[in-house]
């Protein structure tokens, strides 16, 4: 049973980049795709990225291309996002998630069968 825990999130300035961390154990990280989500209080929780166990990407939230970048260590079980010139319309909590093969085409939720209990990113204007 894979466990996916977040850390990295904070209170940062407007500008300021931060990087999330997803720390995997309990299987290997190598048969699972990994992406990266987001919610925001009183909307629906929304992908950012996916990455598979052959690197390859896929972008589910073309509002951040440029700014949010996926990536992953599979030896040390560790996938990551980088948010660069963080925006308020950026604070929310994020979530990684994961399921065993491929990445998805799109971002349903129902899709990912493991999931952490995210960590809240806050960005001050």
């Known amino acids: 049973q894979l466990q996916l825990v977040e850390s990295g999130g904070g209170l940062v300035q407007s500008g300021g980049s931060l990087r999330l961390s997803c720390a995997a154990s309990?299987?290997?990280?190598?048969?699972?795709?990994i992406a990266w989500f987001r919610q925001v209080p009183g909307k629906a929780r929304e992908g950012i990225q996916c990455?598979?166990?052959?690197?390859?990407?896929?972008d589910y939230l073309d509002s951040v291309k440029g700014r949010l970048a996926i990536s992953r260590d599979s030896a040390k079980k560790m996938v990551y996002l980088q948010i660069n010139n963080l925006r308020p319309e950026d604070t929310a909590v994020y979530y990684c998630?994961?399921?065993?093969?491929?990445?998805?085409?799109?971002?349903?939720?129902?899709?990912?069968?493991?999931w952490g209990r995210g960590t809240q990113v806050t960005v001050a204007s």
């Open positions: 990455m598979g166990g052959n690197g390859y990407r896929w």
């Open positions: 309990g299987d290997t990280l190598g048969f699972y795709a």
């Open positions: 998630a994961a399921l065993l093969g491929l990445c998805p085409t799109d971002s349903r939720e129902n899709q990912f069968n493991f």
